[in-house]
């Protein structure tokens, strides 16, 4: 029985290397006998131009990766604050419960990109005294609030897939609402939604970028940059190499986080 | 026993509880004084689990009131924390806190609701845990224990907080039959300590043991009351005589 399977196991590996030597091979063989191959080299993939981008590209991508840190941070203490509210009951929370649900809806209702847009020229174009007008700090704060309106929802679902006798029970010992919550609930929440929770960072890494049409300096704006003085887009591939260079061990991270945190459950579950 | 003219530890008026269309308690009337230790028997859906949880304040009744120690804690603007805090409740399924240690279940109320200094809430968790078996399990999570120790667990959690009165809502039902016996054996440890429990239970012969009165409630009502010999033995009522002759076909008086 074990050697069948070990034999299987073995004819299984030697099937995924030859494919995927197969697909891989066609798809290089197919980009490089393309016509203009020689063209989109010199304009995508000159090493001159990448090792001439690359100080002012990899100045752009360390402020990403700061507003990444700071946005993220902002992110999920304000999004489980939302979702605290929203599940808050009893009729004296209505109007806040009603103020949370307006918030979400708005914000997941428009896309991120015109968010930043509006409130980047808009908030400071309104010139109010005390406000700051720095498309840097709007860019950030619209980012904020539009991943807080998904990372409540997810929240939300963590608060709901907790079993309802857990409240009860917290509360039968004479625990608050407040504290039943802090105590009994949020944390079963919050372990039931990490993976969730660590796709919506996967992709927030990357979403910081869309701040560079405020004209703030990251990444993809310095790459912009150089395109524009010297028609070479070699700067673009710099900064998804630097993107990549973030993205892909996160996403792997994020993955083995819930293939560990399954396995975990249905050994519980046994 | 205390005699009718002292206040009763909690006293039932025509409580009624109804679930959208469904009723489910009709004009419960039910006393318990101190040191009493009251069954609640019936079929299932009979409505005990809900008068349990009435008690409780988990459910709030649509009419009567419900007193304890004379003060109607089901009246308007009543803190309901603050009565939560005089009694406790042992569910069907254990509810401990998955994500919290033995003794961090059993330490939390007296340390967040009653404010007792967590040192303090330990040696005393330690020393109940000792006493039913479980010294060696507080540093344990639940899932880590059998059912019959999650129970022992969760009975320990609500002693914590020295309740005047302990509402046990069929604690043995959920466990493996040969894990029955350590919980009733507990509860009976309770009742000779004179602690005041109203408890909803599928075990006659225990509630025969253990019980002061017997109840049987029948399609939300309290149909016979009286001391476990009678009732069990003798009843006056066709229902229970009913109820009774399908429990003891089952084997379980």
Redesign the interface.
């Known amino acids: 029985m074990r050697g069948w399977l070990a034999e299987e196991g073995a004819k299984g590996a030697s099937v995924a290397a030859l494919s995927t030597v197969a697909v891989f091979g066609l798809a290089v063989w197919a980009v490089l006998r393309s016509e203009n191959w020689d063209a989109v080299q010199s304009q995508f993939f000159n090493p001159e131009n990448f090792a001439e981008a690359w100080p002012d590209v990899l100045q752009g991508f360390w402020l990403d990766l700061r507003m990444f840190a700071i946005a993220q941070i902002a992110i999920l203490v304000f999004a489980l604050l939302v979702a605290v509210v929203r599940s808050l009951r009893g009729p004296a929370f209505l109007p806040v419960r009603l103020l949370a649900v307006l918030y979400i809806d708005l914000f997941r209702g428009v896309p991120l990109i015109l968010a930043i847009l509006l409130f980047g020229f808009g908030v400071p174009a309104l010139d109010l005294p005390g406000v700051p007008r720095s498309p840097l700090f709007w860019g950030v704060t619209t980012l904020v609030l539009s991943y807080s309106a998904y990372t409540a929802e997810v929240y939300r679902s963590g608060i709901d897939s907790v079993p309802e006798?857990?409240r009860?029970?917290?509360?039968?010992?004479?625990?608050?609402q407040w504290?039943s919550l802090r105590?009994?609930v949020l944390?079963?929440a919050v372990?039931n939604v990490v993976p969730a929770l660590l796709n919506g960072l996967v992709s927030l890494q990357k979403d910081v970028a869309l701040v560079s049409v405020l004209g703030v300096r990251e990444a993809v704006r310095e790459a912009q940059i150089y395109t524009s003085l010297t028609f070479n887009y070699t700067s673009y591939v710099a900064a998804t190499v630097l993107f990549l260079l973030i993205s892909v061990p996160a996403a792997r991270f994020a993955d083995w986080y819930s293939a560990r945190d399954r396995a975990r459950r249905s050994q519980?579950a046994a | 026993m205390t005699g009718d003219h002292a206040v009763a530890r909690l006293r039932l008026d025509g409580v009624h509880k109804r679930f959208g269309a469904k009723v489910v308690l009709e004009g419960i009337d039910l006393v318990v004084h101190e040191h009493e230790v009251v069954c609640l028997i019936g079929p299932s859906g009979c409505g005990k689990s809900t008068l349990l949880?009435c008690v409780?304040l988990?459910e709030r009744i649509d009419r009567g009131r419900i007193l304890l120690d004379g003060r109607d804690i089901t009246a308007r603007g009543i803190d309901t924390?603050?009565v939560?805090?005089r009694m406790?409740?042992v569910?069907q399924?254990f509810?401990?806190?998955?994500?919290l240690s033995v003794l961090d279940n059993v330490t939390?109320?007296p340390r967040?609701?009653?404010g007792v200094r967590r040192s303090q809430a330990e040696a005393k968790a330690r020393d109940l845990l000792g006493r039913f078996g479980l010294a060696d399990k507080a540093d344990e999570y639940p899932?880590r224990l059998s059912g019959g120790q999650q129970q022992r667990a969760a009975i320990v959690?609500?002693l914590t907080?020295d309740p005047d009165l302990l509402l046990l809502d069929e604690v043995t039902s959920a466990l493996d039959p040969e894990l029955v016996g350590e919980v009733l054996a507990v509860i009976r440890e309770l009742a000779r300590s004179g602690m005041t429990m109203v408890l909803a239970t599928h075990e006659m012969g225990f509630a025969r043991d253990v019980a002061d009165r017997v109840c049987f409630l029948h399609e939300g009502r309290v149909l016979e009351s009286g001391p476990p010999a009678q009732v069990l033995r003798d009843p006056t009522q066709e229902r229970t005589r009913q109820f009774l002759s399908r429990i003891i076909d089952a084997g379980r008086l």
């Open positions: 006798s857990q009860s029970s917290a509360r039968s010992l004479g625990l608050t504290q105590y009994a944390p079963q372990r519980m | 949880r409780d988990l924390n603050a939560r805090k406790a409740i569910f399924s509810n401990l806190f998955p994500h939390l109320a967040k609701a009653h899932e959690r609500a907080i």
